[in-house]
């Protein structure tokens, strides 16, 4: 199974918004509505930030929210804050009854 | 508060196996609603998804390891474990278990455990 495509990075200034894209096939993104968002610190674990396409864990900033169009997800994080300089990654469920993470994108604030 | 927590060598010799654990506080590997996982990521690079276990033992692995790896349940212990067999430097990484809903690739993760294949 190929890596969901991302964008290596993305920027944005304290308050913007940006959205950053994962890629997969009808196999995987396009196909099942089980897409999630992690955000990883340095040295950390990744961290839960969107499941099911659109819906935020308990504790997750409503700034953070996910969308699917085909087979294309996104991230979108509004009101850029610090705190938010991270790695993304986006991972799918598939029809091999698998899971397929994004090649993760470096998100630097300006 | 549910803790998972990996244990095992941070040092494994080429061409040996790699055994890993993952010990689970504050739930029950028999929890019919999860799977249990391992996922593992190379020093600079992305994660990889490598597999996962059902309380009853039905397990799923990435198509790329499937011939090298076993994941195993152990509800008396309330752990599950991870090996990989033939070993290489790429296999040289951060191993972290974490708990599958249905819905996602992991809900909680443990803080990892950083392996190196090195003779």
């Known amino acids: 199974q190929s890596a969901l495509t991302q964008p290596a990075s993305v920027s944005g200034s304290p308050g913007q918004s940006i959205t950053i894209s994962c890629t997969g096939t009808?196999?995987?993104?396009?196909?099942?509505?089980?897409v999630s968002w992690y955000q990883q610190h340095p040295d950390k674990a990744p961290q839960l930030m969107i499941y099911g396409v659109t819906y935020r864990p308990s504790g997750v900033s409503d700034r953070f929210s996910g969308s699917k169009s085909g087979n294309t997800a996104s991230l979108t994080i509004s009101g850029l804050q610090a705190e938010d300089e991270a790695d993304y990654y986006c991972?799918?469920?598939?029809?091999?009854?698998?899971?397929?993470f994004g090649t993760g994108t470096r998100v630097t604030v300006l | 508060q549910l803790q998972l927590q990996e244990s095992g060598p941070g040092l494994v010799k080429p061409s040996e196996t790699l055994s890993l654990t993952c010990t689970v506080s504050g739930d029950s590997v028999s929890n019919d609603l999860y799977h249990w996982g391992w996922t593992r990521q190379t020093p600079g690079k992305g994660l990889e998804w490598i597999g996962s276990?059902?309380?009853?033992?039905?397990?799923y692995y990435n198509p790329s390891l499937k011939s090298r790896v076993t994941i195993s349940v152990d509800t008396s212990k309330n752990h599950f474990s991870l090996k990989v067999t033939s070993v290489t430097a790429a296999d040289t990484a951060v191993y972290y278990c974490q708990r599958l809903p249905s819905y996602c690739s992991g809900d909680y993760w443990g803080q990892g455990t950083l392996v190196t294949v090195s003779s």
């Open positions: 991972s799918s469920f598939t029809s091999s009854i698998t899971y397929v």
């Open positions: 276990i059902y309380y009853s033992g039905i397990t």
């Open positions: 009808s196999s995987d993104v396009g196909g099942y509505n089980s």
